[in-house]
Every structure is written in C-alpha cells, then in structure tokens.
C-alpha cells in the first residue's frame, strides 16, 4: 500500500502567484480530507469529500482557496493569488467511510508551503 | 474553532515512565481518535474509541472517554525514547462526520 501521497513536499513562491497542491488518496477509500497545520492555529479542516462530493468547506478560509476531486484517486487545492499568511503545512488524509463512520484517517506526509 | 483541547501542551518525562495526555472537547461525537506526529511528517492513527466506550487499550497505550464530562485521557506506560512526538486528539462530530483536531501535546522521553 502506497499510503496517501502529495505534492510537491515543498513548495516555495512569491506572493500573488498561483499555487497547486496535489494528493492521491489511498486506492478505495471514499473520503478525502484537507487540513492545514501552523505553530498559531494548529490543525484547521478546511474541507472534505465523500465520494468526490464536498460535505463541509466551512474551513476554507476565503475565496482565494478552492478544492477539487475531479475522480476518486485525486484531488488539488489551489490558492490563487498566495500570500505570505498562507505558508503552512498542508496535509490530505483519506479513509474509507461506510453508512457508520468510525473509521481512521490515513495522512500524507503534507507540503510545506513557503509565500514570500 | 477548535473542538479538542489538550493538556499538557508540552510533557517532559524520563524513559520508563508513564505519560499520561488529556483532551476535552465540546460537541457531541461518533467517536475520539488519538494521533502521533513526528517531526516534519504526518499525522499517524494509533487509537479510537467509540462515544459508547468507556476505555481501551492497544499495547502500551490505554485511552478513557467521559461523555458526560466530555474528556478523553491517553496513558502511554514504560515511555522509550522513541515516544518523544507530538500528540494529537481528534473528534469526529456526529453530525456530518467532520474530523477535529486539538492543538496537541508536545512529549519529550528522555533516555
């Protein structure tokens, strides 16, 4: 099992350019997760699928950010225009959810995001 | 905002010791998972109990949840060095199964 993969690890840019995060989540699971991790607010959910269809982008801090899961075996999130308060670390989780959730998130090893 | 608050937010103990992490958290909950994160990776699932249990252990690692106090523990016996990561809890709200993590805890074994 190739675990949740994303990309890039790391991504530097300047402030105002578009920025394109991807993730492949676990072949069969159904629900995809994105969070974004800093030193002030921690953990933050800013959005999640089932089956393709985002439930709850509550999270999502404004309209520069937007999500995609086109398919099931991958999904982006895109900033654009970047700025410096975005840098951060980017993580996706994916797990299988039926009718009964209880079920563990399996994370990617996330992007580290760099606006300067 | 933030559903789990943990304490300590850092937790500094000697190996062979016990270490023992709190969460409370405030919503109603399907259930409460506890996460490892070592430095500059993911997240890593180690436990889960459901609202209609009580405690549960898996190896070294024994978890309780309070409904009524809405408050998880993780107790980690016989610390090893190798334990020194941060700690996270999370909850999944039964209402629309979002998953919400507290800020963590931050554990230091010392060999």
């Known amino acids: 099992d190739a675990g949740v993969i994303q990309s890039p690890r790391h991504e530097v840019t300047e402030m105002g350019q578009e920025v394109t995060l991807r993730c492949k989540p676990i072949?069969?699971?159904?629900?995809l997760f994105w969070y974004r991790q800093t030193m002030m607010r921690g953990l933050e959910l800013l959005i999640y699928?089932?089956?393709?269809?985002?439930?709850?982008d509550s999270g999502m801090p404004e309209d520069r950010f937007s999500a995609k899961m086109p398919n099931a075996s991958f999904s982006t999130l895109k900033i654009q225009p970047s700025e410096p308060r975005d840098s951060a670390v980017y993580f996706c989780?994916?797990?299988?959810?039926?009718?009964?959730?209880?079920?563990?998130?399996?994370f990617g090893n996330g992007t580290r995001l760099t606006v300067t | 905002s933030q559903q789990g608050e943990e304490d300590p937010q850092a937790l500094s103990i000697q190996e062979g010791e016990n270490a023992t992490m709190n969460c409370s958290y405030k919503t109603s909950i399907n259930n409460l998972q506890w996460y490892r994160q070592n430095s500059g990776r993911g997240l890593v699932h180690l436990i889960l109990?459901?609202?209609?249990?009580r405690e549960k252990h898996s190896g070294r690692l024994r978890v309780t949840l309070d409904t009524s106090k809405k408050s998880s523990s993780l107790l980690i016996t016989a610390s090893r060095a190798a334990d020194t990561a941060s700690y996270f809890c999370a909850t999944e709200e039964n209402q629309g199964g979002k998953l919400i993590f507290g800020q963590g805890t931050e554990l230091s074994v010392k060999p």
């Open positions: 109990i459901r609202s209609n249990e």
């Open positions: 989780a994916s797990t299988f959810r039926a009718q009964v959730y209880n079920s563990p998130l399996h």
């Open positions: 072949s069969g699971h159904n629900s």
């Open positions: 699928f089932n089956n393709n269809v985002p439930i709850d």
